[in-house]
């Protein structure tokens, strides 16, 4: 025999033989293949929240999450997901990302500024501070936004009672990224 053959032989050989034990111990009918019974107690790698198990595998790396069965009924037409039906169709002039240009007039920059941050924090909205495509030269008076479209309505509501708000009406989307500028207002 030659070297290659007998890498070959151990490589392949060894777990092949490990496969072919360890399968028949588990099919005999011996009580000592058999899984230890479930202990009563939880260990202390094992968390329940609301009906949700958290238990610590084996290895005690990973954690392996437990829900509990739901009863499933047939809803038929009332079903919304969307599995078996095709997606609706896009509204005209959808795009996925819009951009938009606010701008807010106020007493005093700094302080309207922070306000509106906050604001657009408090509406689920995220702040960005690394430069991004089409929103280069930002002043300091001006922050980069992300908003869902969902929630950006209720920004500009809340924006209102800063200042005057200046903003144009902009297409159907999921995400508007918003340049806010705040300026002082003019007396």
Known sequence: MDLKSVKIMVLWGIPTAALFLGYGCCKQEDSSCQSPPESETKSSGEKEVAGIQLRQAK??????LEEPEVDKKDL???DDSLSGRP????????????????????KDIPTGLSKAVQLAQASSGQVINHPI???ENMGPNEKTLVFDSRTYPAFV???KP????EC???????YITVRLTVLEESK
């Open 157 to 159: 509501e809340k924006l």
């Open 87 to 106: 997606a609706a169709p896009l509204p005209p002039g959808y795009k996925a990302f819009r951009d938009q240009h606010i701008k807010l007039y106020v």
């Open 133 to 135: 495509k089409g929103f």
């Open 76 to 78: 038929g037409s009332e």
């Open 162 to 165: 800063l200042g005057k708000v």
């Open 168 to 174: 144009p009406e902009i297409g159907p989307s999921d």
């Open 59 to 64: 290895s005690g790396s990973v954690l392996i």
